[in-house]
């Protein structure tokens, strides 16, 4: 994997973290000023709904984080692949459910790093060769 890559895989591991930390911590607090079309009375009955949410994109970004500590190269690909298409269908299924500006803070991230690491697997099998 090369360092491109494993620094996207990070600011995406890092995104997840951020957002549940907002969805599990601060969703009555910041969360009217981030979602401003959702009347401001929804937030406080929401809360646990949202507190979920944010369990499992804490998932999303402790599997993130795990790729990049793997030392088995494939294990380390196969990883991190996983869970990028796992945040590109959530922030497709977001995009198609809430906003649309969802896809562009999730999908298109991890699209990026699922780029960036078929490229790099790609070389680095032409190089075995």
Sequence with gaps: MNVLAKIVIAFVALLHFYIAWFEIFAWTTRGPEVFSTIPVDMFEPTKVLAAN??????FLAAGLSWS??????LWQHKVAICFLLMVFVAGLFGAATASPKIALIQSLPAMIGIALLMISRRRGQQNQL
Excluded at 53 to 58: F, L, R, V
Excluded at 68 to 73: H, S
């Design 68 to 73: 990049l500590f793997i030392n088995d190269k």
């Design 53 to 58: 949410q944010g369990i499992y994109n804490s």
